[in-house]
């Protein structure tokens, strides 16, 4: 393979551009809120994770699977998608209805943590301010029938759109709750555990993170945790306030925290393989 090779979501892609803009960790936070909506789901979170134990841990292992399969070479994507599919193979959960054994990779599940992933990103980044068109909304939704892929689902049957997006939560909605699980979450990210130094960042930052991801939820996820949120147009000013804050610290220095993807792809590849959104066409 060669060293100049773009990967899955080459420079021309809505993704690679996209996937630089620091408002991506509120998505990010916004997507475990809706995810742990669905019942099954969410208790194969429980069963099989350290969450409490090992938060950041966790985070930084899904920020480096989405760093790689972005700006990684294809072969690392394909490797990375690989790894996840041959960890999700081995783990079993129990329904919390039938007491039923099931496995977490059933495309159902890959289906709605994908979408929830997806939903989220693409929200955030419109409503933080971030440049992307109805078309290149699209775009961005199209471009991850790819991740969906890597996950071990058909791209046939992901959604290729924000209105097929909207379809599927349209027909999924009847079958979520927040049960007990999923306020386990809901506690979990409102005071995540963290390392005694970092007591003071997180009672700084984290809790303006956790109340703008879940203020950026749909109404309905609001109602089915049953707490209020603001008023759309207050958590909209809010995503823009927090969006602008954010992009003014530089995107280089941005880019040193580990695991420094975007530094490697664009030393892979040139300096004029850096995501910008002004590259984005309208």
Known sequence: MSVRDPGLFTPASVTWQAHGDPMMWV????????????????????????????????????????????YGTTEAAERAGARVRRIHDTLRAT??????????????????????????????????GYPLSDALADRYVAEHRESARL???????????????????????????????????DDFLRRPGVHPLLLPARALLWPHVARLAYAALPPWAHALYGRPAPPPATVTRRLRLTGAALRTVPARVR????????????????????????RLEP
Not at 164 to 173: D, I, N, P, Q, T
Request: charged share 25%.
């Open 151 to 185: 996950v071990g689902l058909d791209p046939a049957g992901v959604p290729g759109s924000r209105a097929e997006l909207a379809a599927y939560f349209a027909s999924v909605r009847p079958s979520l709750a927040a049960g007990a699980d999923a306020r386990e979450i």
């Open 95 to 128: 329904d919390p209805d039938t007491g039923r054994t099931y496995r977490i990779d059933e495309p159902e599940l890959l289906l709605w943590v994908h979408c929830a992933e997806i939903d989220s990103y693409v929200h955030v980044l419109c409503r933080s």
């Open 27 to 70: 998505a990010g936070i916004r997507a475990l809120y809706l995810q742990a909506l669905h019942p099954r789901a969410v208790r194969a979170v429980i069963e099989n994770s350290d969450f409490r134990e090992d938060a950041w841990g966790r985070l930084r292992r899904t920020a480096d699977f989405v760093g790689t399969t972005t």
């Open 255 to 278: 880019w040193q925290l580990p695991p420094k993807h975007i530094l490697r792809a664009t030393a892979r590849l040139g300096p004029g393989s850096r995501p910008d959104p002004r």
